[in-house]
């Protein structure tokens, strides 16, 4: 699979400053770059139909930000307006009117140690232009993903509801063995065997027009995107359960798809080497595409308050 596109804005801000990104250093003996305790974001700005741009659900996702900090203990130096102006201010200095933007927040240097617990915490947002994460192809006829090895985490022992960065090495560890594999994407299941999420995506399926993904009970991310895809589907008139399933239903799926900031809406053709229903994208999988993009290009009037004009 051809790797995203990486055309990075010039300017990052970080604490409170526009700054080019060659100087938006961290110091080697940063906590996070340590220990990684830290908490970050992903977000879409898309072109609208109009011309202007507009960043997606900006406001959920820095809630989610300061929400992960919270669940932490990590207090931020700054508030929630800050980071959406923050946001706001360099998609505009970016001279694009589509990009990926990722804030960050993170402990910097200081004590050293597990229990170092007064480092300077900083701010950055950060943004540079990214197509579609799992490739052109795959967002037209489904990507092929691989039931990992490796098990979600248990929320016995992390913090599964909290986007945090050293969490993450869970989930580079299961997409470097789908990768191995030939397959494009891997699918975590939790410790009772049940389907969680894919490594950077929630995961839906389609059975008989009912669309189901795992509940927010279960070890997964509370993905925005997620969430937007169960409002969408609903004001299309589709059933959306919240119910955890198995490989083996699964793999007996009518479609399965993708969701995440990164990947959007992305279906998945095959599993295991098993094909989900015929093979290829599925009529509710392509309908639920065709709704997103009216929505994040700003087309559908029922959901204009989720986008933030920049």
């Given at each position: 699979m051809v790797e995203p596109e ?65 669940i932490l203990g990590m207090e ?176 007996c799926a009518d479609e399965c ?54």
């Amino acid at each position: 699979m051809v790797e995203p596109e990486f055309k990075k804005a010039p300017k990052v801000w970080l604490d409170g400053k526009l700054i080019p990104w060659e100087e938006a250093n961290v110091h080697l003996g940063s906590h996070t770059v340590q220990y990684g305790l830290g908490v970050f974001e992903g977000i879409r700005a898309y072109k609208q139909d109009d011309g202007s741009t507009a960043i997606f659900r900006l406001q959920e996702h820095i809630q989610r930000l300061f929400s992960s900090a919270h669940i932490l203990g990590m207090e931020l130096p700054v508030t929630e307006e800050a980071v959406i102006e923050a946001c706001c201010q360099v998609v505009r200095s970016s001279g694009m009117d589509s990009c990926y933007l990722r804030p960050t927040a993170f402990y910097g240097q200081g004590q050293m140690g597990l229990g170092a617990l007064n480092n300077p915490v900083h701010v950055a947002v950060a943004a540079w232009a990214w197509g579609r994460y799992l490739g052109d192809e795959g967002m037209r006829k489904g990507t092929r993903a691989h039931v990992s090895s490796w098990q979600r985490m248990s929320a016995k022992s992390f913090l599964v509801k909290g986007k945090v960065t050293g969490q993450y090495v869970n989930s580079i560890l299961a997409k470097r063995e789908a990768r191995a594999a030939g397959c494009d994407e891997a699918i975590l299941l939790d410790e009772f065997g049940l389907v969680a999420e894919a490594s950077g995506e929630n995961i839906f399926i389609v059975e008989k027009n009912v669309i189901f993904t795992p509940p927010r009970s279960a070890p997964i991310l509370d993905g925005i995107t997620r969430d937007a895809i169960i409002h969408l589907a609903r004001d299309m008139g589709y059933t959306v359960v919240e119910q955890s399933f198995t490989r083996g239903t699964l793999y007996c799926a009518d479609e399965c798809f993708f969701t995440g900031t990164a990947a959007e809406v992305t279906p998945v053709r095959e599993v295991d080497g098993r094909a989900i229903g015929k093979g290829e994208r599925g009529p509710v999988t392509a309908a639920l595409q065709d709704s997103f993009f009216k929505t994040v290009r700003g087309s559908n009037p029922r959901r204009l308050s989720w986008l933030t004009k920049v």
